[in-house]
């Protein structure tokens, strides 16, 4: 049962455009978004996050937009940088059980010199 | 205290044989979290604590796996008798109680000959 999914594994973009990687949740419970990146043999760090009470959240260059009627979040890059690629992952949380949080799948995103 | 370690890095085994992995995390944090990663895949929940208490380990993946954290610092998760299918990477993530946030550690890399 995959509650959190990215359905893009991969994404490529020209340097100084936009990348959008897009995530989709199925629990409506969920109350909490945060973005992860990893670059390769690194454990996830932290990105940017958005509460549910929100529907953008923005810092610098990262943008994340969350749709609650379509459970639909996205994050934009913008102007994506060389040193952003790496693999994104999308994750959730529902504060009623603030043990677990749910990863999507991840998005590897290429941004191109 | 730079971030949460962990050791050993890399670790590979026979199928059959027990492995322990150790966590460290940020010291002010009273939860600390294990999870997996196989490739492909964002991590997945496996347990976690709120300082020595183990509050969730119904993820654990089998009886063949356990994890403690006898004094509410440093973590151990063992795994008994390994299968191939145990090969991935063992992540460990801590957080203050409050907020969603965890900070993660490189991770231990298995492998399972």
């Known amino acids: 049962d995959q509650q959190v999914k990215q359905n893009s594994p991969s994404l490529s973009v020209q340097e100084g455009r936009i990348s959008i990687l897009n995530c989709d949740y199925t629990?409506?419970?969920?109350?909490?978004f945060l973005w992860y990146k990893k670059y390769p043999a690194e454990g996830p760090t932290f990105l940017i996050s958005?509460?549910?009470?929100?529907d953008k959240n923005e810092d610098g260059r990262f943008t994340v937009f969350l749709n609650k009627s379509a459970k639909h979040l996205s994050l934009h890059i913008v102007p994506s940088q060389p040193g952003d690629s790496a693999v994104y992952f999308c994750?959730?949380?529902?504060?009623?059980?603030?043990?677990?949080?749910?990863f999507g799948q991840g998005t590897t995103l290429q941004v191109k010199p | 205290d730079t971030g949460v370690s962990q050791d050993p890095r890399h670790k590979i085994t026979k199928r059959g044989q027990n492995v322990t992995f150790r966590c460290d995390p940020i010291?002010?944090?009273?939860?600390l979290y294990w999870y997996r990663q196989t490739l492909g895949q964002g991590p997945e929940f496996l347990t976690y604590?709120?300082?020595?208490?183990?509050?969730?380990k119904s993820r654990l993946l089998s009886d063949r796996f356990s994890a403690e954290r006898p004094k509410g610092s440093f973590s151990t998760l063992e795994i008994q008798r390994t299968e191939q299918g145990d090969s991935a990477m063992y992540l460990c993530?801590?957080?203050?109680?409050?907020?969603?946030?965890?900070?993660f550690g490189s991770g231990t890399q298995l492998s399972v000959l």
């Open positions: 958005i509460s549910s009470i929100k």
């Open positions: 010291s002010e944090h009273n939860r």
């Open positions: 604590f709120q300082n020595e208490a183990q509050l969730e």
């Open positions: 994750a959730a949380s529902d504060s009623g059980n603030t043990g677990k949080l749910i």
């Open positions: 993530a801590s957080s203050p109680i409050q907020g969603p946030e965890r900070v």
């Open positions: 629990n409506s419970m969920f109350d909490y």
